[in-house]
């Protein structure tokens, strides 16, 4: 939140209102409603809201419950296992981290939003405030939606407690999140400004946020008026990019470089620090969890430490077994291994998908021409430890000794293809290493997606990273509006957004320009090839492993239909209820007062 220029960082608690003041002289001890008519106090409930979101996106178990259990992920060797990761014996005892925090939020925006009217600043830095304020208590709503259905709906500040709750209609919960995301879009400034820097909201994040609630809102109901509303604003946010400093970075990699962060394809994000002031971040001290740190890049990354060993072999039962020395120890590059979910690489052995694993065969199909994969992907280790093995050494087939060269000789190779000879050749050539083709990927060793990874923390490799979490790129739009597009029966116009992107993935650095002009060329697509599972596998390349994929299966009523299909682990016990995620018990046990809370059905 260092992005913010505050005189007073309140902290807020739903109700109760406490709060311990950061830097002020005489901290107080209540947030009274007055504070809420001074800009210190409104953007000290902003900011707590901004916070409040950071407490969630890029942490363990919410990014688990985003993510687990969908057609992209299967468990890791390290998961803990658990019905995040197969729906079996789900319900409100274990899910629903963030159903207070959102409630806490909308809570706080309602005060900002009663007594910041009263503000006493130029009408255009106090419609700025409202706005962010809107806009935020629009994405709690949208998340609260998509996630629980029919939730409380709350627009007024709250200063009694109370011990009954009612859920309202989730068209009604709509109705206010759309015009939230419409008021938001017309007052926030084109490109971000102070105090509200880096990447807050701005007017092109509202309006693409509204398009994705109009969209999911017109895959419930089948709204045709929706469907187009969201195609026009698409369009609309990638006509106007330049007004809004976006754009693609040619080389789809870039994306995820540090240095871009904060660049043109980026449009919000929640932002970290290791500055005390700003965060909960302690320089060397290895934290594993907590409120507000962003760990992404971990959860998907197996211990190569640990289990490369150079003379690992296939046991009699067709898996790879670690074996001999590593010459990989932990570093900032490669990251901390956590190994909670891995990329889905299940291989059907029958029915409709025999012979296939998601990731290899569905999703990233064209791995030749399209980038994507080899830019999401970790799959060469260089040695970055010295370790020497011998002719004799057990389970060595090489007949061979050898020293790894730190910096240059290759640990760890791990193919998209089968390799004859592997794990400890390449055909009849010894390799230093150990080569794991697709068929000896398991629970343990699986390409490790680096996105996210943060090499800035040097020898403090165990650190969480304090890169932001991006929550929406601009590449998104183009997702968006072309689904949009499809739904409103325009699949040329779906084919022409879709081509973008993909074309986009086609280049390389590496490749001379007549090999780009060709590659574009190859990853075209035409109307007749859109559908709605070509955009779902579209996501996945382009938006793997950030923190919407279930939502996505969700809105798209695709749930069910493709879990069953490609997760091996969820397909058994997914149910149609589970669209809906379970009602936290704790609310259910608080509602004391009135009508019981109800629970979602199947739970």
Known sequence: MKKFQLTIIACFTFIAFGCESVLVEEPQSQIVPSLFNTSAGVLGGIAGVYNDIRSQWGTEGFSTEMQAGTDEYIQGSSSGGGPAHTYNGLNGTNFGS????????????????????????????????????????????????????????????????????????????????????????????????????????????????????LLTRGWLTD????????????????????????DLWQDFGDAFVPANDYGKETMFVSDHSNDAKYGYYTVGGGASGGAALNLTPWFTNWNYPSLSGVNSYINAAGLLVNSGPSGMVRDAFYGRPYSRIRPNSHKWTSGENAGKNYILDQAFVKRDIDSRFSNSFYTVYIANTTSSYTATTANNSRGIGNTLRPGLDTVVWITDFEVPGAPQFIGSQPFKGIVVPPSLWKNDIFPALKKFMDPSRGSNFNDPSTRPV????????????????????????????????????????????????????????????????????????????EWMRHDDLVRTKSLVRRIKAW?????????????????????????????????????
């Open 98 to 213: 963030a159903w207070g925090i959102a409630f806490t939020d909308i809570n706080t925006l309602n005060g900002v939003l009663k007594f910041g009217e009263e503000l006493k600043d130029p009408e255009t830095v106090k419609k700025q405030y409202l706005a962010q304020a809107k806009f935020l208590r629009g994405f709690w709503y949208f998340y609260l939606v998509q996630t629980w259905g029919d939730v409380p709906l709350h627009t007024e500040f709250i200063t009694s407690a109370s011990q009954a709750a009612k859920r309202d209609p989730a068209s009604e919960v709509y109705k206010q999140i759309i015009k939230d995301f419409t008021e938001a879009a017309a007052d926030l400034p084109n490109t971000p400004t102070a105090p509200f820097l880096g990447k807050a909201a701005t007017k092109a994040v509202a309006k693409f946020f509204l398009a994705k609630a």
């Open 223 to 246: 709204n045709q008026a929706d469907y187009a509303e969201a195609a026009k604003i698409s369009s609309e946010i990638i006509a106007e990019k330049g007004t809004y400093g976006l």
């Open 470 to 545: 991006v929550l929406t790129r601009f590449s998104e739009v183009y997702l968006i509006g072309a689904e949009a597009y499809l739904q409103s029966g325009d699949k040329q116009k779906a084919a022409e957004l879709l081509n973008v992107i993909r074309q986009r993935a086609a280049f390389r650095k590496t490749n001379t320009a007549a090999q780009n002009t060709a590659a574009s060329e190859a990853m075209k697509i035409t109307a007749n090839d859109v559908t709605i599972d070509f955009i779902l596998d579209e996501r996945t390349r382009e938006l793997h492993g």
């Open 567 to 603: 997760n091996p682990e969820a397909g058994p016990f997914i149910k149609d209820f589970h669209v809906l995620r379970p009602i936290p018990q704790s609310q259910i046990d608080r509602t004391v007062e009135g009508p019981k809370f109800p629970q979602n059905t199947g739970y």
